[in-house]
């Protein structure tokens, strides 16, 4: 693999990344739209809300399956383009059997996507022997302020779904099916870097063993209960546990979500100079501050002091999460992503329903407690972000395509 293949291809992805953040925004940020389009009850919204993140979760274990057959970057070049041609279907719709079709075919599309994007991520990182997954990470959260942006047009413009997802589909799908020719993995087969050398014996070499992979599922699912924290609560919080208006009460997942953008967009950098473990530390106690500084907040503006933390904070979190998975298991890199992977959605699921069990029962300040102690005991975990091997690093030589811009 050359110097050019392995720049083009890291331009590729992050695009992907990219596209699939401004797709995954434009469902989730009009939802009260879909509901009213297909006159979805409120008992019943829960149960479409839910089955999305279940069927990703299938389809990622699914991926795991597919890819002992064909690479990673023929999955996501399939999968990409499903997942806009979903979202065009959720627009499209009129019945409620073709909003539930639409949204199973997102689901299942999703997790495939997420699950081959992460590989070739951990692919190419591995053999750029430098952080470079939290960029793509950055992409997609660039990706999903364009696609919240866009969704807050439509509906201030009072566009049908269709009207507000049909030009954005039509734009992106050709562009990625374009960016797919230059997919490329960092590794070939049974985990050899281009450059024809082994992969590092890592923990657990290429024997994927559930019990070493199960602290990364565990930070995983903690990372993703602390996000949707923030995206599904941080509004109500604010207006009504802090009395903001209801304008001021959208601004905090807006700030989170550029934060986001803004530590991942520096955390490659953070971890080639600390080290992964000490990264992941540090976002950890500032994201468990940001829970704190909420928790006991007497005013709106100490909330969103609280919100911009914990962006700050989650943001490293899941892609050096992700790194992990493929240092740990260094000759079985894709099935260890595809399983971690699930757990995404599994915090996903279980986060909302548990603040809001929590805040109904007890109280929403002492609700915000819970993801703040999840969020502390990564920090219990963080061993398993372990160093590069040690032909990475200790002053050894690293192979000429560690050196691609």
Request: glycine residues 14%; charged residues 10%.
């Amino acid at each position: 693999m050359t110097d050019a293949g392995l720049r083009h291809g890291r331009a590729s992805l992050g695009l992907s990344f990219g596209v699939q953040g401004v797709a995954f925004a434009l469902l989730v940020t009009r939802i009260p739209a879909i509901q009213d389009q297909y006159g979805i009850s409120d008992g019943l919204l829960p149960v479409f809300l839910a089955a999305v993140p279940i069927l990703a979760g299938v389809g990622s274990v699914a991926t795991e399956k597919v890819v002992a057959r064909v690479r990673p970057g023929v999955v996501l070049r399939w999968a990409q383009p499903l997942v806009l041609l979903a979202l065009l279907g959720v627009g499209a719709g009129r019945e409620m059997w073709h909003v539930a079709v639409a949204l199973g075919v997102f689901g299942l599309a999703v997790g495939a996507l997420d699950a081959s994007m992460n590989m070739l991520g951990v692919s190419l990182q591995r053999a750029y022997a430098r952080s470079i997954m939290t960029g793509f990470h950055a992409a997609y959260s660039l990706g999903g302020i364009a696609g919240a942006s866009l969704a807050w047009a439509g509906a201030r413009w009072e566009l049908s779904l269709l009207a507000s997802y049909l030009p954005v589909v039509a734009m992106l799908l050709p562009v990625a099916l374009i960016g797919s020719r230059w997919y490329t993995e960092g590794k070939g087969a049974e985990g050899k870097r281009p450059d024809g050398t082994e992969d590092g014996a890592g923990s657990a070499g290429g024997a994927l063993s559930f019990k070493l992979l199960l602290p990364l599922c565990l930070i995983m699912t903690f990372a993703y209960i602390g996000d949707s924290t923030v995206s599904n609560w941080s509004a109500k919080y604010l207006q009504d546990v802090l009395g903001s208006s209801e304008q001021l009460a959208t601004v905090p997942y807006n700030v989170y979500m550029v934060t986001t953008l803004l530590g991942r967009a520096v955390g490659d950098l953070g971890v080639r100079r600390f080290g992964a473990v000490a990264v992941v530390r540090g976002g950890s106690l500032l994201a468990a501050g940001g829970f704190a500084v909420v928790a006991v907040a007497p005013g709106a503006w100490v909330g969103m002091l609280g919100f911009t933390m914990l962006g700050f904070g989650l943001c490293v979190i899941v892609p050096q999460t992700f790194a992990a998975a493929g240092r740990m298991f260094p000759g079985n890199s894709d099935a260890a992503v595809a399983r971690l992977n699930i757990f995404n959605y599994v915090g996903f699921l279980v986060g909302s329903p548990l603040v809001g069990a929590l805040g109904d029962a007890w109280s929403y300040r002492g609700a915000m407690l819970v993801p703040m102690v999840l969020v502390l005991a990564t920090l219990v975990y963080a061993r398993a972000f372990g160093p590069e091997p040690a032909r990475y690093g200790g002053g050894h030589e690293r192979p000429r395509t560690a050196d691609v811009g």
